[in-house]
């Protein structure tokens, strides 16, 4: 800095981006459908994880599905309770 104003930092390193897969042409790619992406995704990548995933799915409803049965239960309890009036 000199006298109070600040300078400004140039960054020499940068690099431009290259885009291999832009084409130059108009012409349209074909659009895969939704059926061919979430067959490709169950065959290569979701294999790897499935029992892991399966096993905390597993978890989550059931400690989601706990307090539900323990609601149920308390609102039986009221409903038997105000049903004596």
Request: net charge positive; proline share 2%.
């Amino acid at each position: 800095m000199r006298s109070g104003r600040m300078s400004l930092i140039a960054n020499y390193n940068y690099h431009s981006a290259t885009f291999e897969s832009l084409r130059a042409n108009c012409r349209r790619s074909p659009v895969r459908s939704f059926w061919n992406i979430t067959g490709d995704y169950l065959r290569n990548e979701a294999r790897h994880d499935f029992l892991g995933e399966a096993a905390l799915f597993a978890v989550m409803v059931i400690t989601a599905f706990l307090p539900l049965i323990s609601n149920a239960h308390a609102l039986m309890g009221f409903v038997r309770a105000i049903g004596n009036y």
